[in-house]
């Protein structure tokens, strides 16, 4: 545990190297908060009463919560991996006596710590813009913790896995980009998935990516598909999913690395 340990401190430590940036997307992230409530409530005042059984609060509400969650699930470092593979230093973390996929995990997780200061400035500005509220009930509360937990390890096993791409691709750039976009969209950050057209919808739940943001969205605010508990099994079922997918890819993996530098 303590070379695990300290994975996850270098994880943690790595962006506060970089305060005024990481300081930046802070201040960005209240921004938008601040400019997502204002264009949501927009969007009410000429529709009134609800939409895709959401009202402005819920709407609102959820553009707060699904902003600042994002920022912290989404901050893992997509580029470690790839990254080491094309310096040769990826020889060197074959050779730790802790795993690779167990190093990334952790370096991944102490990113997703670093970020949590973003928790205090996304809340405390959407409370601010009064665009916020509590969970209607503690049933609600209690499921939207078990459900976070549950993201957090889909959001990490899914950037793991596309890491992974690095040892056929080498260059990942591009790829990195378009993912990106995807993931945003599809995982509800934005725009909640019961906005979506149906088809989308289909497309959307039959992906990971809304296990990570939009299913604990959907908890807090009483909307989880097929209710609480079929939720958070979705969400297990994804965990175990993408383990083994990781495993299966990294046993493919280690087999042909490829390096630039090394």
């Given at each position: 545990?303590r070379?695990v340990?300290?994975q996850i401190?270098?994880?943690?430590?790595t962006?506060?190297?970089?305060?005024?940036?990481?300081l930046?997307?802070?201040?960005?992230?209240?921004?938008?908060?601040?400019?997502?409530?204002?264009?949501?409530?927009?969007?009410?005042?000429?529709q009134?009463?609800?939409?895709a059984?959401?009202?402005?609060?819920?709407?609102?509400?959820?553009?707060?919560?699904?902003l600042?969650?994002?920022s912290i699930?989404d901050t893992s470092?997509?580029?470690?991996?790839?990254?080491?593979?094309g310096?040769?230093?990826?020889?060197?973390?074959l050779?730790?006596?802790i795993?690779?996929?167990?190093?990334?995990?952790?370096?991944q997780?102490g990113?997703?710590?670093?970020?949590?200061?973003?928790?205090?400035v996304?809340?405390?500005t959407?409370?601010?813009?009064?665009?916020?509220?509590?969970p209607?009930?503690?049933?609600?509360a209690?499921?939207?913790?078990?459900?976070?937990?549950?993201a957090f390890?889909?959001s990490?096993l899914?950037?793991?896995l596309?890491?992974l791409?690095s040892?056929?691709?080498?260059?990942v750039?591009g790829f990195?980009m378009?993912f990106?976009?995807?993931?945003?969209?599809?995982?509800?950050?934005?725009?909640?998935?019961?906005?979506?057209?149906?088809?989308l919808?289909a497309?959307a739940?039959?992906l990971?990516?809304q296990?990570?943001?939009?299913?604990p969205?959907?908890v807090?605010f009483?909307?989880?598909?097929g209710?609480?508990?079929?939720?958070?099994?979705?969400?297990?079922?994804?965990?175990?999913?993408?383990?083994g997918?990781?495993?299966?890819?990294?046993?493919?993996?280690?087999?042909?690395?490829?390096v630039?530098?090394?």
């Amino acid at each position: 545990m303590r070379r695990v340990w300290s994975q996850i401190r270098i994880g943690y430590l790595t962006p506060w190297s970089y305060r005024t940036s990481t300081l930046l997307t802070f201040g960005i992230l209240a921004i938008q908060v601040a400019l997502y409530s204002v264009v949501w409530r927009a969007i009410y005042a000429d529709q009134g009463g609800t939409v895709a059984g959401a009202d402005v609060r819920t709407a609102v509400g959820y553009a707060v919560l699904g902003l600042t969650i994002a920022s912290i699930l989404d901050t893992s470092p997509y580029w470690s991996i790839a990254a080491r593979v094309g310096d040769g230093l990826i020889g060197v973390d074959l050779t730790r006596p802790i795993g690779l996929l167990t190093q990334n995990f952790a370096v991944q997780t102490g990113y997703v710590l670093a970020a949590l200061p973003a928790v205090a400035v996304g809340l405390a500005t959407g409370l601010a813009v009064q665009g916020l509220a509590p969970p209607e009930n503690a049933e609600a509360a209690v499921g939207f913790a078990l459900s976070l937990v549950l993201a957090f390890a889909v959001s990490q096993l899914i950037t793991l896995l596309m890491a992974l791409t690095s040892f056929w691709t080498v260059e990942v750039g591009g790829f990195e980009m378009a993912f990106a976009v995807v993931r945003t969209f599809l995982s509800g950050a934005v725009l909640p998935l019961w906005f979506m057209p149906d088809w989308l919808q289909a497309i959307a739940r039959a992906l990971p990516f809304q296990a990570a943001t939009y299913t604990p969205l959907s908890v807090y605010f009483g909307r989880p598909t097929g209710g609480l508990v079929a939720a958070l099994g979705v969400q297990l079922l994804w965990v175990v999913v993408l383990t083994g997918l990781c495993a299966l890819v990294w046993s493919r993996a280690k087999h042909r690395v490829v390096v630039q530098g090394g």
